[in-house]
């Protein structure tokens, strides 16, 4: 039986052609979401805006006016309404009444009782509750993780390779968080513990995919010390790509899946890793290797420069899978 390939072997795509139209994207977009983080801000679920989350569930399309009124009527404060998942199932949130646990279950009786009242049949399928000391520490927590994580990394790469591989890792890790949370500045999805736990393992899996394409670069770089260092960073990327694409795609199955079949509760988680897999895939490839250029790397970054007939060798090879 023959065996599927995705990508042929003996690959020779010239990405480092396009790598400065592919970082300049990468800053406009990155600059993007910032600005979009920054005007519009996260969604933040209970976790960490804090407050209570009633989730209700209609027989019908949800007139939001009318629920509205009802929750209002119920004077519990502030009311925010938002469709989870279809126009009949809807997150009450209200902020956390003043008082001890009886005080939160007299105002979550109350708010049930006014909304069961205009709505026959309707179910509340969760309540959560999360203290305005506790939502703050968990914002904190959550943003400090994923700056230790990517701060451990970029020193990890430093001293495994050399210190421009970890900036250049640095950068990518910077550009697939900041464009996962410019997603959700955008979307205006749920932005919850859920996301941070998916923004840290994309984070990890961009990450292996990047040292997988810097290894690839260091041992090319000591192998073939005359090849141009554009031509050498083509080379470690083709030699990796099949890896890199049998990996992304078997991912991106196992999360459309999710992302379809999942139900709202890993809804967001999915979406985020989904969009972090195309993301990550994309920074390894015209992000992460075209930074060595101009951070300086080259065949001196290990070794002193030799000739050698591997060098002539591997770019005649270059040079012919070029021509077919």
Avoid at 3 to 19: A, C, G, Q, S
Avoid at 73 to 83: C, F, I, K, R, S
Avoid at 218 to 242: G, P, Q, V
Avoid at 272 to 290: D, E, H, R
């Amino acid at each position: 039986m023959r065996l599927i390939k995705l990508v042929p072997d003996h690959t020779n795509i010239p990405f480092l052609r396009w790598r400065t139209v592919a970082v300049g994207l990468s800053l406009i977009l990155i600059l993007g979401s910032i600005a979009l983080v920054a005007v519009r801000g996260l969604n933040f679920g209970v976790d960490f805006a804090g407050g209570l989350l009633i989730e209700a569930r209609f027989e019908k399309p949800v007139d939001f006016d009318a629920l509205r009124n009802i929750v209002n009527g119920a004077e519990a404060g502030e009311v925010q309404l938002q469709p989870f998942g279809d126009q009949r199932t809807v997150a009450i949130r209200l902020p956390l009444p003043p008082g001890n646990d009886s005080a939160v279950q007299k105002v979550v009786e109350h708010v049930q009782d006014s909304v069961r009242a205009g709505n026959a049949g309707v179910e509340f399928r969760r309540v959560e509750t999360v203290s305005g000391k506790v939502s703050g520490e968990l914002v904190r927590d959550g943003a400090l993780a994923i700056l230790f994580a990517m701060i451990g990394i970029s020193i990890y790469i430093w001293f495994r390779f050399e210190w421009q591989f970890g900036v250049g890792a640095l950068f990518a890790l910077v550009h697939d968080v900041a464009l996962t949370l410019g997603f959700f500045a955008l979307t205006q999805l749920e932005f919850n513990l859920n996301i941070v736990a998916a923004v840290l393992t994309i984070v990890g899996y961009s990450l292996n995919d990047t040292i997988v394409v810097y290894d690839r670069i260091r041992e090319n770089l000591r192998k073939y010390r005359k090849m141009e260092i554009a031509d050498l960073l083509n080379l470690s990327i083709n030699e990796t790509l099949s890896r890199t694409i049998v990996t992304s795609v078997s991912m991106m199955l196992a999360l459309g899946t999710l992302v379809i079949f999942g139900g709202e509760v890993l809804f967001g988680f999915s979406v985020a890793m989904l969009l972090g897999i195309i993301i990550g895939t994309y920074s390894s490839i015209f992000v992460g290797a075209p930074l060595l250029i101009w951070l300086g790397v080259g065949p001196h970054s290990f070794l002193p420069a030799q000739s050698g007939p591997e060098d002539r060798k591997a770019k005649a090879e270059a040079q012919a899978r070029g021509r077919v």
